[in-house]
Nanobody
Framework: QVQVAESGGGSVQSGGSLRLSCTASGQVGRMTCMGWFRQVPGKEREGVAG????????YYADSVKGRFTISEDDDETTVRLQMVNLEPEDTAIYYC?????????????????WGQGTQVTVSS
């Protein structure tokens, strides 16, 4: 099993920046990718950014390209999401996830491990 835990988040005004961190522990060798999703009440969870572990490529949802950057630490168990130029539409609970065999955004439930989530609130 893999345990995933997020940190960071909080409240910021429109145009501001925040950074989220996520650390995986346990059987981390099972991970193929790590990523960030977000969810607002009444809507489906959506993928935001992902990265293939071990120095692999990163990928983003169109809505955040150019504003969000995902990075992986050298230990390959921590990923960070740097968010700049935040908009009220970015307000959501942000979840970190780790994938074993599936790393896409089309089926969030196929990701293997999830954190508890952290709130990001952007005010106008």
């Amino acid at each position: 099993q893999v345990q995933v835990a997020e940190s960071g988040g909080g409240s910021v005004q429109s145009g501001g920046s925040l950074r989220l961190s996520c650390t995986a522990s346990g059987q981390v060798g099972r991970m193929t990718c790590m990523g960030w999703f977000r969810q607002v009440p009444g809507k489906e969870r959506e993928g935001v950014a992902g990265v293939y572990t071990g120095g692999g490529s990163a990928y983003y949802a169109d809505s955040v390209k150019g504003r969000f950057t995902i990075s992986e630490d050298d230990d390959e168990t921590t990923v960070r999401l740097q968010m700049v130029n935040l908009e009220p539409e970015d307000t959501a609970i942000y979840y970190c996830a780790a994938g074993e065999s599936y790393c896409g955004f089309g089926h969030p439930s196929a990701w293997s491990y999830w954190g508890q989530g952290t709130q990001v609130t952007v005010s106008s």
